[in-house]
């Protein structure tokens, strides 16, 4: 079935949502997402969204920091004007209902976080993202403009290669009309045009084992963008936290918060023994990418499962009553922070890299944006700064809603031609596993080969691996009909390709990359 819209937007965290909210005054808005609307790496977030309020703070301050932890990659423009703009959109979160911690004086309880100079971290508890995601639902949901399609799964954008057009890499003029989206509930695929489309699909973290994203996070809308022949950068800068919690057999894992070390909490071996002085000297509050990796350099050499996290030394009233969340998940498996120590490990939790986009959050392709953490805005470089990804995703939600109601007034419109999807020929697959386990191999691949710490054959294995179940889940795909675990499958496939490939052309280590053949210089 054939629907328009003024305005498709896939993803409902933090981006899609504030972006939705902001076109929806212009034109009528599809927003589709391909769980439940709450269910979105936003409602994960813990620590907070960092921005500049009070002194000693301030906006240099601010930058740079966020420079520093990039390792030279930033693009200082946009980290100049992410940090200018956030207290303003913070502000408005704030009057679209979302709550963050006040001290007995009234002002903002400010956490500090890895690599951040200041206090600046607003947050609700330990579930800030879960605060947010709660306010903009109910706005969403009250908006007369808004028709939100939940369980509906973004399967490709529309572009002039579905109405027959040959694409090269080399077009500069490919145009999206909007998306096939597959009703989870029907097995249909409805063609969803639009004159303006937002990608807001969220992160990675499924390509591998270890991850503290939820399910969701597969990658879809990069690997929508490449296929549809969009740009894509800076997928080598793959960000594993150095702290969620060891509970075998559990996914997503757990996430430990940084502002817990920010609050005093402390790195130590098995045996008891402080080990993050040896590695920087801001010991267990340097840059994650250094913790992450003295971490797994810990594990390497004692060969232990986890490494601890001691709380044992704080306050414990106010332990209990600034980190109510962590206590509740520790306790629930026989742990209590106030007396035990917390056996952690690094796992992976965020992309740096994604879809290029300029300062309004426009992609390569036309009428296309991108906003969160799927966009590559130049803000992270090589290495995210703490609790600056929430604050980027309102930022360019902002900034691309401007620029998407200034194109959607000048007037465009959408062929009529769009032909619908067509699956006739295909065939539900008979055996799950042959799914099931290439998704298992996937993240075998990426865990093994492409993780922390990498070199030229590592990753040189892992693309003639992947190269195997690339072949078999095409093969796959273009028998099948559309299921969600296929098209996320094939998705984590091309992400996963390029991590590796863009991981293999940088000769270097930076930042969040690191080859064991190309030992860091200074400072990156
Ligand atoms: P998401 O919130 O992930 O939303 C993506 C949406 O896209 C979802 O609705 C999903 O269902 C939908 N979607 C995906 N694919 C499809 C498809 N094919 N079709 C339809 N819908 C689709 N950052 C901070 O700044 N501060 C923090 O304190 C912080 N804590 C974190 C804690 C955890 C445990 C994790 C995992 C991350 C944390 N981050 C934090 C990172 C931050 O939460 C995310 O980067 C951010 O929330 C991403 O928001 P988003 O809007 O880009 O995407
Ligand atoms: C955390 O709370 O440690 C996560 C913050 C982030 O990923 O920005």
């Known amino acids: 079935m054939k629907k328009h819209f003024d305005f498709l937007v896939i993803g409902s965290g933090i981006a899609g949502l504030t972006y939705a909210i902001k076109v929806a005054e212009k034109g009528k808005v599809c927003l589709v997402t391909k769980n439940t609307l709450a269910e979105t790496t936003t ?43 956030g207290p303003a959109r913070i502000k408005e979160l704030i009057e679209w209902g979302t709550n963050f911690d ?262 390569y392709i036309k009428r296309l944006f991108a906003a969160g953490e799927v966009a590559s805005t130049g803000l992270h470089g090589a290495n995210r700064l703490a609790s600056n990804s929430l604050v980027e995703g309102v930022v360019f939600a902002d900034r691309a809603a401007k620029e998407a109601i200034r194109l959607f007034e000048s007037g465009i419109s959408i062929s009529e031609n769009v032909p619908e999807w067509n699956d006739d020929r295909t065939v539900y697959p008979e055996e799950m596993i042959l799914i099931t386990q290439n998704y298992k191999e996937l993240q075998q691949i990426m865990s093994n080969y492409v993780g922390i710490v990498r070199s030229d054959l590592r990753l040189k294995r892992a693309f003639t691996r992947l190269e195997i179940i690339f072949r078999e889940t095409e093969e796959l795909y273009r028998k099948s009909k559309l299921s969600q675990q296929l098209c996320e499958l094939r998705n984590l496939i091309n992400v996963g390709y390029l991590v590796i490939k863009m991981a293999m052309e940088r000769k270097e280590s930076r930042g969040l990359h690191y080859s064991i053949d190309y030992p860091p210089k200074k400072n990156l």
């Open 43 to 85: 409602s994960y977030a813990q620590g907070g969204i960092a921005a500049v309020t009070y002194e000693p703070d301030s906006f240099e301050k601010h930058i740079e920091d966020t420079i520093k932890a990039g390792a030279g990659l930033c693009n200082e423009e946009i980290v100049r004007m992410v940090v200018a703009e």
């Open 102 to 363: 006040k001290n007995s004086d009234g002002n903002f309880d400010l956490a500090k976080e890895g690599g951040h100079t200041e206090h600046r971290i607003l947050h609700h508890k330990d579930n800030t993202g879960y605060e947010i995601q709660r306010a903009l639902t109910r706005k969403v949901k009250n908006h007369k403009n808004i028709t939100c399609l939940e369980n509906s799964f973004a399967v490709d954008i529309i572009t002039q290669h579905h109405l027959g057009e040959v694409i090269k890499k080399t077009n500069t003029n490919i145009e999206c009309y909007g998306a096939y989206i597959l009703n989870l509930k029907t097995g249909k695929t409805d063609t969803v045009l639009a004159k303006i489309t937002m990608v807001a699909t969220g992160g990675t973290g499924n390509l591998y084992h270890t991850t503290t994203n939820p399910l969701i996070a597969t990658g879809d809308g990069i690997a929508m963008v490449y296929r549809a022949k969009g740009k894509v950068e800076n997928m080598e800068f793959v960000q594993f936290h150095p702290t969620s919690l060891y509970h075998p057999g559990y996914r997503p894992s757990f996430l430990i918060t940084e502002a817990l070390r920010g609050f005093g909490a402390i790195l130590k071996t098995r045996q008891g023994i402080e080990f993050m002085e040896k590695y920087d000297s801001r010991a267990s509050l340097a840059p994650r990418d250094i913790v992450a990796r003295a971490i797994d350099n810990e594990l390497k050499i004692s060969g232990d499962e986890y490494v601890y996290l001691d709380c044992t030394h704080l306050d414990k009233e106010e332990l209990i009553n600034k980190f109510p969340n962590i206590n509740k998940k520790c306790l629930s498996i026989g742990i209590d922070i106030r007396n035990d120590l917390i056996p952690v490990v690094p796992a992976a939790h965020y992309l740096c890299g994604g879809i290029e986009t300029d300062e309004n959050g426009l992609s």
